[in-house]
């Protein structure tokens, strides 16, 4: 009977251990989670106060009672950011296009088809994996600036398309599909590219999809190539814009403002993360092991 | 070490809304003798893994309480508990070589348990001994075979010396030869340790050969403990008789009328001791004698050699499966030619159950 | 036969031209660009061959600056944030409730505009004679001093660009983590449980190690990563950023291409490979550590 006291301890140590460990767990998470959203909350904030407010505030309010949209006005009349927003739209739209064409053919190609040199040229696209940008980078800007092409859509576009990554990721998730059902379309007679469009795509939507969104992210944020090759504000990405503001924008001071156009470029893809974000996250999950 | 469940019951929150809670243990009540070899035996999903788990602590019951010994453990968390565990998988750890892997354990004990280097070394080999795999320590366990990595999952529950040793499906990883091996080394590292061993079957052949005790389950109830030899010739009801057997029991559609068993419309054995009701007839397959002027009549199928002995197939109208499969010495005629075969049957290896409730019915069966 | 090699080239072609002409070109021009002294970009002429573009960007001030603050960056951000990222990865592994919440909020970081949240952090950090900002009234709470983090001593601004990296890199990281630490399968915890190993013992002895090929590939990506730092950079202290003293090695590239240093391809060029050397060697270093200590 001595020794059932000694368990009664024993349980009760447990679960009072358990419990300190969980709330320290949670702790930790709560802090992490406000050092992530501070940043978010205080340009959500600064964007709200009026710019008198702002400037009178010598110690910051962490609140605001007279909340304004008229910042996000001025962010829209004072600068060009709804110009700045076309132009990432419409950059971002055009990439990511040519990019899924030009990746679904690669590894269609590379997945489905028998040529030879196929696996040499495999090899040779999958060495081009491990070389920076910042190696090409210069070249390519000399070539844009000789071709004239420096502040055009056209300029901006092309060096951005391939990405070696997205036709591996894609050949993979190609070469999945048992070979059998090329076979079945091919004894009905289906060419290889409706055999493409009708079975592979649509099996391999998810890949897709999960392309799409990375290259849409890496877009929307793409900042040093856009700067090199686009000098004219009439071809500044949103990037650009927030750096062009930054440093000419609303006059130096006028934080408010600023925050405003802030929130105006984040919101596209906050709200396309907090659409996607399972997808999202599931593909830099997979993304970020295999490469 | 005696262990003794009382009522123990496990409850899952069913998954949907206004899903019903499905219950994994139901009402379990068990004494387990010390030193004693036990199999919980049932088909998949009866309960039997989260019987095992609640034994070592990995869940939690919703009611009931698990004594060990006359310490009541029911609440203690898994560490506290003494117990060793063999999983099904083994679950060596990869990246640790096979003598880290049976040192684990030991490197956990505290206080006046703490043991040197030195100390945990001998151990181990003493553990790896046991299984005989002292020639392994210095392997990973990827360099292992099926069976070897099964033995040094058996050191590692032992070294600690558990009070009780739990072993989850441990032959199911194992292919036909090795099983049969390994099984009798089960028996023989728990005749030797004699550490109270608990393990998960669903084969009943594995679960009948070496253990002292049986616990057949389904569905999360008990449906009878006892010596394997008294489950397989008095199972108390229907699913008991055919689970276990191999080839399983036969099962006909029966009647009990004026002291005489009959299936179909032939009297096959009398009775003494049951009332007039409808039944269910079991018969397992060594129960059948072929004889002329046997007293059922069945249809003949084929046969098959199987060496030692025959198996007969053969159809019945009144038999709830497709076939009948009858087992029996190969010295024993049969005409493969005929059409018809009859069997005269072995009262004792003919079972009678309710047809309501399929429980057993204990009477006196003879020719 | 003949008909289908055709037509493999065929739909190979688009990213064959794309990448023979934004890549592979490039990067062979890259190297003819490093050793062609006195390269002039307006006439396309250059009067030698030989390493005169190495040597002068190894002795160029603003380059070894770039490289200092290079490396205090990477050897402080990538212990750090791999670090702080593995403790919040298991934090997030072991509890059930809230975790999807906390998961997605880590992740957001990955999805915002670097040079917009970079703006914020600068506001967040900066001293102006109009107001101190949020960073120092947080300093004042507890009794420090006031410190200019944007335009004051080197330190408080290293400090800011290292905590600006970290914030954004940790996304990834604690993703990535918590998937392969959901991939260890729950059995080998129940065992240890069994045998009553302490949490932490479960951690260095088990969780560790048999997540460690991630751990390596997180160190390995995140030192790549880092010496490629740059828009952090800018997005905190302005394109200017030789004047702050805060200039990256990738920055000194562009710098050298374009801007009001620019117009130096070949010097560019050099910096460039030179910081590919850098990023390679340290690699390879990596690799043959993880050699050692990666258990599969």
């Known amino acids: 009977m001595a020794n059932q006291m000694d368990y009664e301890m024993i349980e009760k140590r447990a679960k009072a251990g358990n419990f300190a460990v969980k709330a320290l767990i949670y702790a930790l998470l709560a802090v992490w989670g406000i050092v992530v959203l501070f940043p978010f909350y205080w340009m959500i904030l600064t964007s709200l106060k009026s710019y008198s407010a702002y400037s009178s505030e010598f110690v910051p309010q962490l609140y605001t009672l007279a909340p304004t949209l008229e910042n996000y006005q001025d962010a829209f009349t004072a600068v060009p950011l709804g110009s700045y927003f076309i132009n990432t739209l419409i950059f971002t739209v055009a990439t990511t296009a040519i990019m899924l064409f030009v990746t679904v053919l690669a590894a269609f190609a590379f997945a489905r088809l028998d040529f030879p040199g196929k696996d040499i040229a495999f090899v040779v696209f999958l060495s081009l994996m491990m070389i920076p940008n910042e190696l090409v980078v210069i070249t390519n800007f000399v070539t844009i600036t000789n071709l004239d092409m420096r502040n055009t859509f056209v300029g901006l576009i092309l060096p951005s398309v391939t990405s070696v990554f997205y036709i591996y990721l894609l050949r993979e998730n190609f070469a999945q599909i048992p070979d059998e059902l090329y076979y079945a379309a091919k004894v009905d007679a289906t060419s290889d590219l409706k055999y493409l469009f009708k079975v592979m795509i649509p099996i391999c939507r998810p890949t897709l999809i999960t392309i799409t969104i990375l290259k849409v992210i890496e877009c929307w944020n793409s900042y040093v190539w856009?700067?090199?090759?686009?000098?004219?504000?009439?071809?500044?990405?949103?990037?650009?814009?927030?750096?062009?503001?930054?440093?000419?924008?609303?006059?130096?001071?006028?934080?408010?403002?600023?925050?405003?156009?802030?929130?105006?470029?984040?919101?596209?893809?906050?709200?396309?993360?907090?659409?996607?974000?399972?997808?999202?996250?599931?593909?830099?999950?997979?993304?970020?092991?295999?490469? | 070490m005696k262990v003794a469940l009382q009522n123990l019951t496990k409850r899952f929150p069913g998954r949907g809304r206004g899903a019903k809670d499905v219950i994994a243990v139901n009402?379990?009540?068990?004494?387990?003798?010390?030193?004693?070899?036990?199999?919980?035996?049932?088909?998949?999903?009866?309960?039997?893994?989260?019987?095992?788990?609640?034994?070592?602590?990995?869940?939690?019951?919703?009611?009931?309480?698990?004594?060990?010994?006359?310490?009541?453990?029911?609440?203690?968390?898994?560490?506290?508990?003494?117990?060793?565990?063999?999983?099904?998988?083994?679950?060596?750890?990869?990246?640790?070589?096979?003598?880290?892997?049976?040192?684990?354990?030991?490197?956990?004990?505290?206080?006046?348990?703490?043991?040197?280097?030195?100390?945990?070394?001998?151990?181990?080999?003493?553990?790896?001994?046991?299984?005989?795999?002292?020639?392994?320590?210095?392997?990973?366990?990827?360099?292992?075979?099926?069976?070897?990595?099964?033995?040094?999952?058996?050191?590692?529950?032992?070294?600690?010396?558990?009070?009780?040793?739990?072993?989850?499906?441990?032959?199911?990883?194992?292919?036909?030869?090795?099983?049969?091996?390994?099984?009798?080394?089960?028996?023989?590292?728990?005749?030797?340790?004699?550490?109270?061993?608990?393990?998960?079957?669903?084969?009943?052949?594995?679960?009948?050969?070496?253990?002292?005790?049986?616990?057949?389950?389904?569905?999360?109830?008990?449906?009878?403990?006892?010596?394997?030899?008294?489950?397989?010739?008095?199972?108390?009801?229907?699913?008991?008789?055919?689970?276990?057997?191999?080839?399983p029991v036969n099962t006909f559609d029966g009647r009990v009328k004026?002291?005489?068993?009959?299936?179909?419309?032939?009297?096959?054995?009398?009775?003494?001791?049951?009332?007039?009701?409808?039944?269910?007839?079991?018969?397992?397959?060594?129960?059948?004698?072929?004889?002329?002027?046997?007293?059922?009549?069945?249809?003949?199928?084929?046969?098959?050699?199987?060496?030692?002995?025959?198996?007969?197939?053969?159809?019945?109208?009144?038999?709830?499966?497709?076939?009948?499969?009858?087992?029996i010495d190969s010295d024993c005629e049969i005409d493969e030619e005929a059409d018809t075969v009859r069997f005269s049957l072995k009262p004792g290896k003919v079972h009678i159950f309710s047809k309501e409730t399929q429980q057993r019915i204990d009477c006196r069966l003879f020719i | 036969m003949e008909k289908q090699s055709i037509k493999g080239w065929l739909y190979l072609l688009p990213a064959v031209l794309f990448l023979g002409v934004f890549m592979v070109y490039p990067l062979i021009d890259v190297f003819i660009y490093s050793f062609e002294e006195g390269y002039n970009s307006a006439s396309q002429?250059?009067?030698?061959?030989?390493?005169?573009?190495?040597?002068?960007?190894?002795?160029?001030?603003?380059?070894?600056?770039?490289?200092?603050?290079?490396?205090?960056?990477?050897?402080?951000?990538?212990?750090?944030?791999?670090?702080?990222?593995?403790?919040?990865?298991?934090?997030?592994?072991?509890?059930?409730?809230?975790?999807?919440?906390?998961?997605?909020?880590?992740?957001?970081?990955?999805?915002?505009?670097?040079?917009?949240?970079?703006?914020?952090?600068?506001?967040?950090?900066?001293?102006t004679p109009y107001t101190d900002g949020f960073a120092n009234l947080v300093i004042n709470w507890f009794g420090g001093e006031s410190v200019d983090f944007i335009d004051g001593p080197y330190w408080a601004k290293m400090f800011v660009l290292c905590f600006y990296t970290i914030w954004v890199v940790m996304p990834f990281k604690i993703l990535i983590l918590t998937s392969a630490l959901a991939s260890v399968n729950e059995i080998y915890y129940n065992a240890a449980k069994v045998d009553g190993t302490p949490r932490l013992r479960v951690f260095a002895r088990i969780t560790l190690p048999m997540i460690s090929p991630t751990v390596f590939y997180l160190i390995i990506?995140?030192?790549?990563?880092?010496?490629?730092?740059?828009?952090?950079?800018?997005?905190?202290?302005?394109?200017?950023?030789?004047?702050?003293?805060?200039?990256?090695?990738?920055?000194?590239?562009?710098?050298?291409?374009?801007?009001?240093?620019?117009?130096?391809?070949?010097?560019?060029?050099?910096?460039?490979?030179?910081?590919?050397?850098?990023?390679?060697?340290?690699?390879?270093?990596?690799?043959?550590?993880?050699?050692?200590?990666v258990h599969y």
Request: aromatic share 8%; glycine share 8%; with cysteine.
């Open chain 2, 27 to 247: 009402d379990f009540t068990f004494e387990i003798p010390d030193g004693k070899l036990i199999g919980l035996l049932g088909p998949s999903g009866c309960g039997k893994s989260t019987t095992l788990n609640l034994l070592c602590g990995l869940q939690k019951p919703t009611s009931g309480r698990i004594f060990f010994g006359d310490d009541e453990v029911t609440k203690l968390p898994a560490e506290k508990r003494g117990v060793g565990f063999v999983f099904q998988n083994y679950a060596l750890y990869p990246h640790l070589t096979v003598r880290q892997n049976i040192m684990f354990p030991l490197e956990n004990l505290k206080g006046e348990q703490k043991m040197t280097k030195a100390q945990m070394q001998e151990k181990a080999l003493e553990a790896a001994r046991l299984v005989q795999i002292e020639e392994l320590m210095d392997r990973k366990p990827s360099e292992l075979s099926g069976g070897q990595q099964q033995r040094v999952a058996i050191a590692r529950a032992l070294v600690k010396r558990p009070r009780i040793l739990l072993l989850d499906e441990p032959l199911s990883n194992l292919d036909a030869r090795l099983r049969l091996q390994t099984r009798e080394e089960i028996r023989r590292i728990q005749r030797e340790t004699k550490i109270t061993t608990i393990f998960v079957t669903h084969d009943q052949e594995e679960a009948m050969s070496i253990s002292d005790l049986i616990v057949v389950m389904k569905d999360g109830v008990v449906h009878q403990i006892g010596k394997p030899q008294e489950v397989y010739d008095k199972p108390v009801n229907l699913f008991v008789a055919q689970f276990l057997g191999t080839p």
């Open chain 3, 45 to 127: 002429t250059y009067y030698g061959v030989g390493l005169y573009n190495y040597r002068y960007v190894l002795r160029d001030p603003y380059f070894l600056q770039a490289v200092k603050n290079t490396f205090i960056l990477v050897a402080v951000t990538v212990p750090l944030s791999t670090g702080i990222a593995l403790l919040i990865s298991v934090a997030l592994s072991s509890i059930k409730a809230l975790r999807n919440l906390f998961q997605t909020v880590y992740f957001l970081p990955y999805v915002t505009n670097t040079l917009a949240v970079g703006l914020v952090f600068m506001i967040l950090f900066k001293k």
């Open chain 1, 226 to 291: 856009p700067r090199l090759i686009t000098d004219d504000q009439a071809y500044f990405l949103v990037s650009n814009g927030i750096q062009e503001i930054r440093e000419n924008g609303f006059g130096r001071e006028n934080i408010p403002a600023m925050m405003a156009a802030v929130v105006v470029i984040s919101v596209p893809l906050i709200v396309l993360f907090l659409v996607f974000h399972k997808k999202i996250m599931a593909g830099v999950a997979r993304g970020g092991m295999k490469g």
């Open chain 3, 221 to 293: 990506t995140g030192f790549i990563g880092a010496f490629k730092a740059y828009s952090d950079a800018v997005a905190l202290f302005g394109t200017n950023l030789n004047a702050a003293e805060m200039n990256t090695i990738v920055g000194y590239v562009y710098d050298m291409l374009y801007g009001n240093s620019g117009g130096y391809p070949s010097y560019a060029s050099a910096a460039a490979i030179i910081l590919f050397a850098i990023v390679l060697t340290i690699t390879c270093i990596n690799l043959m550590i993880s050699r050692k200590h």
């Open chain 2, 258 to 327: 004026g002291g005489k068993l009959y299936i179909g419309d032939e009297a096959v054995l009398s009775v003494e001791g049951a009332d007039d009701q409808a039944v269910y007839v079991g018969i397992r397959p060594e129960g059948f004698v072929p004889e002329k002027d046997g007293a059922l009549g069945c249809g003949l199928v084929r046969v098959e050699v199987m060496g030692r002995d025959v198996s007969v197939v053969c159809t019945h109208g009144a038999a709830q499966n497709t076939s009948v499969r009858a087992i």
